[in-house]
C-alpha cells in the first residue's frame, strides 16, 4: 500500500489507526471492515451499558463490558480507547470504585469518536 492511501485510511476511520488493524486480519481490508461492522454492532451500546454498570455497582457486569471492549478496541487497532479502558480495567481489578465514573468519563469521547467513525466510513455496511 502506498503512504497515500495509508494516510487516507488512517483517518477514513476516525479514532482507529488502520495499520495495525488491518496488519491484525493480516491485511485483508475487506475482513477489516466486515469485523469494524461487527465491532459496531455487538459494542455501539457499551458506553451506556457501562455507565449503567457503574450507576447499580454492578460490578461483575462492569467488569465483564469493560474487560471485553478493552480486547476488541485493541484488536481492532483503537489504541487511544484501549489505553483509557485499560485504566478502568485496573481500577475495577483494584476494586477502586470511587475512580469509575472519573475514568470512564475520559472513555467516553473517544468511544464515541471510534464509533462515530464507524458509521461515516461503513454507513452502507451498518
Known sequence: MDNQNNESNNTLFSGIDYDIGVGNVLGD????????????EDHANDSNNIQKAINDSDQDNCKRLVHTLKGVSCSVGAMDLFERI??????????????YQALFDLITPEFNKVIKGIEVSLADKI
Open 86 to 99: 485499560k485504566s478502568l480495567d485496573m481500577a475495577i481489578n483494584e476494586n477502586k470504585q470511587n475512580k
Open 29 to 40: 481490508d475487506e475482513l477489516f471492515k466486515e469485523i469494524l461492522v461487527m465491532f459496531y
